[in-house]
Every structure is written in structure tokens, then in C-alpha cells.
T-cell receptor
């Protein structure tokens, strides 16, 4: 079974703090993702990485950065947390697509971040 | 722009009462349509991938079907443990990573 592990399930941080969310996958997937999920807004892609040290912005990258130093690990960084970043954060991973077929994206359990 | 619309928003069923969830989509070159189950406070759990019209996949009481414009998730004789939010997502032909999600259908099965 695919395993995507997020290091923290629940975090409470203060406004202005630097926050790290860590994610590890054990399937040797090339692609890794960070989403956030909010009521009424659904899942939105923050950043995507298709290889070590490579990253691409998703739909809502403002206020976030990412790091991928090893294939299995993808970190989301909030440089200066703000209250509007209170949300559930989901890490995901997948193989790179083959031909015209899609590639299944597997999600972790989620990290609930509250910024006060 | 890719669009995914799920209906209904919420579905309340009696145990054993079969029903279907709809996912209609507009996408430029479908690479795949995905169904996920999400329990409260948890990440989406992968259920099925469908690649082409006419394809069907089954898992226990769930069966997913795909046409050129929509997908259905059929729940046969549901049990209370099938209560969850079911998410549909599509992956378009121009990339192999971006998923466009629907808003989900929340299913509640009463014993």
C-alpha cells in the first residue's frame, strides 16, 4: 500500500512564526504535492514538485515556499504564518504520468494548522 | 478551464437503499477521472481511476462508471460505514499532475 506520512497532525502557531510541515512517501514517486482544503473552497494546489530540487507553483502559492532535497521528502514552509493560513494541509504523491494515461495521486492524513 | 460538478451535495440513505452519485466534467483531453472517499478530519482515500468512456471499476459495494461527459458512483446496499464525503477529480491532457476537484457529495447512511 502507498504510504504518505505527514509528520504533524495538529499544530497551533502564532502569527508571524515560521512553520514547517513535513511529508514523506515510501513509494519512490517522482511527483509530490501540497494542497490546502477549506470548507466551501475544496482542495487547492499550493505547490508541486516533479523531481528533487524542482518545484512549480500551483494555484495559491502566495505566502508559502517548499523544499525537496530528497526524493521521498517534501516540505511546506510558511515563512510568516498568518491567520488566513489556518487550514488543513494535505501532502500527496504520484508517479510521473506515462503516455496519455493519468497517474493516481495518493494523499496523506492531513495536518490541521491553526494560526492564532 | 477544467470544471467538475458533483451532485447532489448531500445524500441521506437508509441502510440497504442503493443510490448513485454524479460527477459531470468539462476538460480538455481527459487523462483520468478519480474517485476518492474522505472521512471527517482525514485525507482523501483513493478509490478508483477511470481512463476512458465505457470503463467500469468495482470495489465492495461501490461501482464507478465513466462516459464522455460524466461519471457515476453507484453505492449498492450501503452500510453506515459507507458514510463519508465522496470526491471526484479529473486530470487533463496537458499535464500529468494537476487534479481539478469537485466539491464532493456527503453521504450519510442511517442504520
Amino acid at each position: 500500500d502507498v504510504k504518505v506520512t505527514q509528520s504533524s497532525r495538529y499544530l497551533v502557531k502564532r502569527t508571524g512564526e515560521k512553520v514547517f510541515l513535513e511529508c514523506v512517501q515510501d513509494m519512490d514517486h517522482e511527483n509530490m504535492f501540497w494542497y490546502r482544503q477549506d470548507p466551501g473552497l475544496g482542495l487547492r494546489l499550493i505547490y508541486f514538485s516533479y523531481d528533487v530540487k524542482m518545484k512549480e507553483k500551483g494555484d495559491i502559492p502566495e505566502g508559502y515556499s517548499v523544499s525537496r532535497e530528497k526524493k521521498e521528502r517534501f516540505s511546506l514552509i510558511l515563512e510568516s504564518a498568518s491567520t488566513n493560513q489556518t487550514s488543513m494541509y494535505l501532502c500527496a504523491s504520484s508517479f510521473r504520468g506515462r503516455g496519455n494515461s493519468g497517474n493516481t495521486i495518493y494523499f496523506g492524513e492531513g495536518s490541521w494548522l491553526t494560526v492564532v | 478551464e477544467d470544471q467538475v460538478t458533483q451532485s447532489p451535495e448531500a445524500l441521506r440513505l437508509q441502510e440497504g437503499e442503493s443510490s448513485s452519485l454524479n460527477c459531470s466534467y468539462t476538460v480538455s483531453g481527459l487523462r483520468g477521472l478519480f474517485w476518492y472517499r474522505q472521512d471527517p478530519g482525514k485525507g482523501p482515500e483513493f478509490l478508483f481511476t477511470l481512463y476512458s468512456a465505457g470503463e467500469e471499476k468495482e470495489k465492495e459495494r461501490l461501482k464507478a462508471t465513466l462516459t464522455k461527459k460524466e461519471s457515476f458512483l453507484h453505492i449498492t446496499a450501503p452500510k453506515p460505514e459507507d458514510s463519508a464525503t465522496y470526491l471526484c477529480a479529473v486530470q487533463a491532457g496537458y499535464n500529468d499532475y494537476k487534479l481539478s476537484f469537485g466539491a464532493g457529495t456527503t453521504v450519510t447512511v442511517r442504520a
